[in-house]
């Protein structure tokens, strides 16, 4: 049981490149989440699924797109990245209406 | 307004030490709440939930008081193995309203 898995866990892009952070689940979760992670400021929500098929915008979406492709992965794609999305990005994901999260290892982005 | 504050801390403890986090919060309607236990560069992991009640885990103890809008943890025969970032998270019962404090530091020294 891998729980939630992340790939890649670390990428370098330049600005303006495009990429796609891929997140798995194997808990039978129907709800996913994407964060991103800087110092001093916390983990803040980017987006979150509540089914598959159904996405909703959380605190920080701006330059970001999301697929939720079944009820197994949730997709956050960078279309144009910028030296501001470098960060860390934790993909989480939990019971419908238990709000307990489970997250995955991490993906660190570098935009140069 | 920040919605959920912490002090960073770093807080330095001895082996064996009681230690006690607080975590304030802006939203009175905030429903559900959590403590996660992050160590250096790894994901967070959730260490308890909090009940209106308090509850309890081994040496663990979370309290929630909501006229006072904060939530509390208190480690006990703290262990070299305590030591991480402790982050209080608040959360509306929305799916998209999750809110992470930015985490205190916990060191405990042989």
């Known amino acids: 049981n891998a729980g939630v898995t992340q790939t890649p866990k670390f990428q370098v892009l330049k600005t303006g490149q495009s990429m796609t952070l891929q997140c798995a689940q194997d808990?039978?979760?129907?709800?996913m989440y994407w964060y991103r992670q800087d110092p001093g400021m916390g983990l803040r929500l980017i987006y979150y699924?509540?089914?598959?098929?159904?996405?909703d915008k959380g605190e920080v979406p701006n330059g970001y797109n999301v697929s939720r492709l079944n009820k197994r992965e949730f997709s956050l794609r960078l279309e144009s990245a910028a030296p501001s999305q470098t960060s860390v990005y934790f993909c989480?994901?939990?019971?419908?209406?238990?709000?307990?999260?489970?997250f995955g290892p991490g993906t660190r982005l570098t935009v140069t | 307004r920040k919605e959920v504050e912490q002090d960073p801390g770093p807080f330095n403890v001895p082996e064996g030490a009681t230690v006690a986090f607080n975590c304030t919060y802006s939203?009175?309607?905030?429903?559900?709440f959590f403590w996660y236990r992050q160590d250096c560069r790894k994901e967070p992991k959730l260490l308890m939930s909090?009940?209106?009640s308090g509850n309890e885990d081994g040496r663990f103890t979370a309290q929630l008081n909501r006229a006072s809008q904060y939530i509390s943890l208190l480690i006990r025969d703290s262990k070299l193995s305590d030591s991480a970032t402790y982050l209080c998270?608040?959360?509306?019962?929305?799916?998209?309203?999750?809110?992470f404090g930015t985490g205190t530091s916990l060191t405990v020294i042989p």
């Open positions: 808990m039978n979760h129907n709800s």
């Open positions: 989480a994901s939990s019971e419908r209406q238990r709000y307990e999260q489970y």
């Open positions: 939203n009175s309607a905030s429903q559900s």
């Open positions: 998270v608040v959360t509306l019962n929305t799916g998209n309203q999750f809110y």
């Open positions: 699924s509540a089914s598959e098929g159904t996405t």
């Open positions: 909090v009940y209106s």
